[in-house]
């Protein structure tokens, strides 16, 4: 099956310490995404990845860092300098933009919910 | 700078009403805008995607539509059912760069009651 995994479903992070979120897509995709989504809010970019070995900051990138060593991984990195890193986290993933003639739609991942203990 | 709001935040209606949910965007100027919707503690499935240039677009029950002049998206559901529960996020593309870099408006949380 084609599509975006994210692992894990739930993780818990304690307070100064780091975690990893994994996504992986089959989609053979250029660009792939990571946005944050907290209750009675839209989603909102932390980074994004046009290619591979190049990533760009979204709206809200501090506390977060992110590679893109292969093309079908984006993994991201809540440090501990996240203060506030209890959310829902989204990957995704999309044709380069511009290739489609603009039916680049986005391919959204389940998500992983971090819990701050 | 774009802002994309959606109203209502929440609706409940009584299955087989027909109902509209509303998406309003402050810069007309946009390539695309997306219909999503997303299920509880669920990732987003993409519903529709009107091109600037389009005024509509459809699939089986569901038809959104685009203003740019007036910066609005309807997401028209016909004959709605419980399994149309869910939230419903729109999400705009602006136009320029080479980036596909979305919006999102804050959703509608829609309950469809048996």
């Known amino acids: 099956d084609g599509g975006i995994t994210q692992s894990p479903k739930y993780l818990f992070r304690k307070e100064g310490q780091n975690v990893t979120l994994s996504c992986e897509q089959n989609l053979n995709h250029d660009a792939m995404y990571w946005y944050r989504q907290d209750p009675g809010q839209g989603l909102r970019l932390i980074y994004y990845?046009?290619?591979?070995?190049?990533?760009q900051k979204g709206d809200i990138a501090e506390g977060y860092s992110v590679s893109r060593e292969k093309k079908e991984s984006f993994p991201l990195t809540v440090t501990s300098a996240q203060k506030n890193p209890t959310a829902f986290y989204l990957c995704a993933s999309s044709t380069t933009p511009g290739r489609t003639s603009g039916k680049d739609t986005q391919y959204f991942g389940p998500g992983t919910r971090l819990t701050v203990l | 700078k774009q802002e994309v709001t959606q109203i209502p935040a929440a609706l409940s209606v009584p299955e087989g009403e027909n109902l509209v949910l509303n998406c309003s965007f402050t810069d007309s100027a946009i390539y695309n805008l997306q219909w999503f919707r997303q299920d509880p503690g669920k990732g987003l499935t993409s519903l529709l995607l009107i091109q600037s240039s389009q005024r509509e677009q459809t699939s089986g029950r569901l038809n959104a539509s685009l203003d740019k002049s007036s910066g609005r998206s309807t997401l028209y559901i016909a004959a709605s059912q419980p399994g149309d529960s869910a939230t419903y996020l729109c999400a705009v593309r602006n136009p320029g760069g080479a980036t596909n870099k979305l919006i999102f408006g804050t959703g509608t949380l829609l309950a469809v009651q048996p």
């Open positions: 990845s046009q290619i591979v070995n190049d990533f």
